[in-house]
């Protein structure tokens, strides 16, 4: 569990919700027990982000779709070439009046020139070519090239569509077209001008798709995400997945749980060490607990105790004229 980026303050301690003893992406149905572990326990889970073996790793009957119809934010990162880079998955209505394309988990416009679909395999494939050059010569372009993907991922911006709702029961979802006052643009792959044709204020992307060959198929659900791919929401939401990775290495500590120290928990066998995995993760969680708790009590500013003293009645002298006698 980790904080909103928005948050300035930090209002409970970061701790491990769910354990899982298996290989990320190796076996069928551990991520969403873990989500779904957490939910039963009262917690409520809004965004997710995980590593490349779930996301987009797993397949999305298995964990996207589920996720997508609670209601949970997604957001992950790409490498695969080949099947994650590019056009991860296309809609055109059965009427003709939309066309779109998910390139890096959001959908575009499918007139969007095609060096901005392929940019980010554009630049991969190129430092594949100048790996044999000088280190300084390699850096130089290595620079050059970061700088104009850095160009290419803005002026795809334009042609993005907004997610207007959550994803319903069958995975379906509404979308607001970008505002474009271009009549045409240019797509230097083809050295052509396309023409601009917004069809409407919105769209609602079906749950089920279809492929070029009529094959049914939900990637949009598998690749899709909710923020714009490296943009700063993104980063700022992706960078939390570090916390995921220092607590993992917390565990293993010696000085803290040890869990990586064979000799400090002897017993044998998978569940067992399953087991000793979840009593470290609730070990670790007491221990944050604690040190936020007197975190708290340190920014606490302290009550001015105000003491009071008793105060003493002195008893002026009595005056002449006041001194009764007798006579």
């Not at 409520?44 to 298995?62: N, Q």
């Not at 094959?215 to 700063?232: A, C, F, I, R």
């Not at 928990?265 to 979840?278: H, L, S, T, Y």
């Amino acid at each position: 569990m980790t904080r909103d980026p928005n948050e300035t303050e930090a209002s409970y301690p970061l701790l491990f919700l769910s354990t899982s003893g298996h290989k990320p992406g190796a076996l069928t149905g551990h991520g969403l027990f873990l989500y779904q572990s957490a939910v039963e326990r009262g917690h409520a889970i809004k965004t997710v982000v995980g590593d490349r073996a779930y996301f987009p790793g797993a397949k999305p009957e298995d964990l996207q779709r589920p996720l997508a119809q609670a209601g949970v934010k997604v957001v992950m990162d790409y490498k695969n070439e080949e099947e994650e880079l590019g056009q991860q998955a296309f809609y055109a209505s059965a009427d003709g009046r939309h066309n779109l394309v998910m390139v890096t988990g959001s959908w575009h416009l499918r007139f969007m020139p095609a060096a901005l679909i392929d940019a980010e395999k554009t630049y991969l494939d190129y430092l594949k070519t100048i790996t044999s050059k000088p280190e300084a010569e390699r850096s130089k372009l290595r620079d050059e090239a970061h700088a104009l993907l850095r160009q290419r991922r803005k002026e795809r911006s334009r042609y993005r569509l907004i997610p207007r709702s959550g994803y319903d029961a069958t995975g379906a979802r509404q979308y607001s077209y970008p505002e474009f006052t271009d009549p045409k643009v240019y797509d230097a792959e083809s050295d052509t001008w396309i023409d601009v044709v917004i069809p409407g204020k919105t769209v609602k992307v079906p749950g089920v798709l279809s492929d070029k060959n009529g094959v049914k198929n939900q990637n949009h659900l598998k690749y899709g995400q909710e923020y714009e791919y490296k943009s700063d929401v993104w980063r700022a939401w992706f960078g939390k997945r570090n916390n995921v990775e220092n607590g993992n290495s917390c565990l293993k500590d010696a000085d803290r749980e040890a869990l990586g120290v064979p000799m400090k928990r002897r017993m044998r066998g998978p569940w067992i060490v399953e087991m000793a995995g979840a009593m470290t993760a609730a070990s670790a969680n007491i221990s944050r607990i604690i040190d936020w708790l007197k975190a708290r009590l340190a920014l606490r500013k302290p009550r001015k105790v105000t003491t009071r003293t008793p105060k003493t009645r002195i008893t002026p002298p009595r005056s002449a004229s006041r001194i009764r006698t007798r006579t």
